[in-house]
Every structure is written in structure tokens, then in C-alpha cells.
């Protein structure tokens, strides 16, 4: 296969001026040149727009009010108001233009500069695009440095069954075909990005493992609250994909599993 597909890869920002420059950094970086990047602010009242602009040479900026596209770089942006992080999202996909989309948050990063081109590379093999592209993810701290790999490590063969055991691939290293990805679902205000990639999944046909480290996770705590709200929403999710007998085995299983890592851990 001969292609050179398009990325578009998307980040949602809201007030953060602390992590964005690093992120945008490492897509306009990127060795492979065939990147579309759509940043979309949800009117930041902070610095964040002003960091956007540092790049306006690299930057296709929408005047929102005109619809009228401005092109002239790598990174098309906008700011304006939005209902949460999964509403921002799907304002992304809806300008998204590229072969694959691809979600990156303030804060995470592309693995190394030639994360692009190395995915790119591991597809010549194949016959035709896949549907899917994922890989691994390395945790890092608010300085950007290691705390290791995802706990949860990505499955060598991913279908839309593996999620029963929660999110096996994290949303940053999880790619999907433009023209098979939903909008995310607004009923979930915490786990969309979970019922998203069970849906891309599930339309799919061919899914591709990568088997490299594809970024870099910013790690940030949830509340406890928010801890609480996302479990429940998850099983939700789950129920509705898995059915609900088997969701709650599969939790019966997870509580084991959870307390008797603590009891050994507590005994070492």
C-alpha cells in the first residue's frame, strides 16, 4: 500500500495556558507532513488563545461568525463557547477533513517527532487502510516527565468485545477512519469518549496494532466525585453494549481482583 493518508488531529482546550504550547509543539513537529490540526477553545479566559496565535504562521483560522475558512497552514482554530469537552469534540470531528481522526488533549503529546511517519511506515503491508489504529501509552507527570506505561496495557488483537474489560486502549493512542466515527454521545458526561471507541469499533472491519508508544498521557486526577460519576456512567455504557448480567459478573470480578491486589500488596 502506497497511500499517505491524512491525520486530523484534534485538541479541546479550555483555560490551558499551563500545558497547550507543548502540545501543539508536538504535532506541528511531526515528520510526516500530511497533518491537519483543529484546535477548538471553548473561549479560554485565560492565555491560552493568545499561545494559539504565537503559531499564526502555521495556523487556518475559522471566522466563525462568516463560515468563511481561512487557509494558510497546519492548524485551523477556534474559540468560541461550547457544552462541555464532548460537544468541543464533535465540533472537531464535524471540521475534520483527513483519512483519520485522531484526539490529543492540552497536555499529552505525540510520542516522539516521528510518531506519524512510524505509523505510517507499519501500514505498507497492509492491502488497505484500517478501519482502527492503536498502540500504547506512556504516562507522564504535569512536567512532562515519565511515571511508565499505562497500567492497562493495549491488547495484541482489539475488537469492540475487548472494552468489557474496560478501556484497554487509552483515547489518545485509540485512531479511527474519519468516515466511520461518530459524533460523541452528549447523554454522557463523563465516559463519551468510552461509548466512542466501542461504536468506532464496532463499525469496523480491519483494525491495525501499531505495537509502538503513540503519545504521551498527561496524568490528572479525578475527584473522588467525578471518580464516582465516571464508574457509574461506565457501567451504564457497558450494560448497554455487553448486557446486564454480564456487566455485573464482569464487576463481581473486578471488585475481586481489586481487593486482593490491596490484601497481597498490604502483606508485601
Known amino acids: 500500500m502506497n497511500q499517505q493518508p491524512t491525520f486530523s488531529i484534534i485538541t479541546i482546550t479550555y483555560n490551558a495556558e499551563r500545558w ?3 502540545t501543539i509543539l508536538s504535532v506541528l513537529s511531526q515528520s510526516y507532513p500530511n497533518i491537519e490540526y483543529i484546535l477548538i477553545d471553548g473561549a479560554s479566559k485565560d492565555k491560552t488563545v493568545e499561545i494559539i496565535k504565537q503559531y499564526e504562521s502555521g495556523i487556518a483560522s475559522w471566522i466563525i461568525k462568516e463560515y468563511e475558512p481561512l487557509f494558510n ?8 463557547k461550547d457544552d462541555g469537552i464532548y460537544d468541543a469534540m464533535n465540533k472537531g470531528l464535524k471540521r475534520a477533513t483527513g483519512d483519520y481522526v485522531w484526539f490529543l488533549n492540552a497536555g499529552d503529546t505525540l510520542y516522539t517527532a516521528d510518531t506519524v511517519q512510524r505509523i505510517v511506515a507499519s501500514l505498507k503491508k497492509k492491502v488497505s487502510l484500517p478501519d482502527v489504529i492503536y498502540g500504547e501509552t506512556r504516562i507522564v507527570d504535569a512536567e512532562g ?6 497500567r492497562l496495557k493495549a491488547p495484541e488483537k482489539l475488537t469492540w468485545k475487548s472494552f468489557r474489560m474496560g478501556m484497554l486502549v487509552c483515547h489518545q493512542s485509540f485512531i479511527s477512519k474519519r468516515e466511520i466515527a461518530p459524533l460523541y454521545n452528549m447523554e454522557y458526561r463523563l465516559t463519551a469518549d468510552y461509548d466512542w471507541c466501542i461504536q468506532c469499533l464496532r463499525r469496523s472491519k480491519r483494525i491495525h496494532n501499531t505495537r509502538l508508544i503513540l503519545s504521551n498521557f498527561l496524568e490528572e486526577g479525578l475527584s473522588s466525585v467525578n471518580r464516582k460519576a465516571s464508574l457509574k456512567e461506565r457501567y451504564e455504557v457497558m450494560c448497554k453494549y455487553y448486557g446486564k448480567v454480564s456487566t455485573i459478573l464482569l464487576h463481581g470480578w473486578f471488585a475481586v481482583r481489586f ?7 498490604g502483606r508485601v
Request: hydrophobic content about 40%; overall charge positive.
Open 20 to 22: 497547550l504550547e507543548r
Open 73 to 80: 497552514g497546519r492548524l485551523k482554530w477556534v474559540s468560541e
Open 145 to 150: 516527565r515519565s511515571l511508565g506505561m499505562r
Open 259 to 265: 481487593y486482593f491486589a490491596k490484601w497481597f500488596k
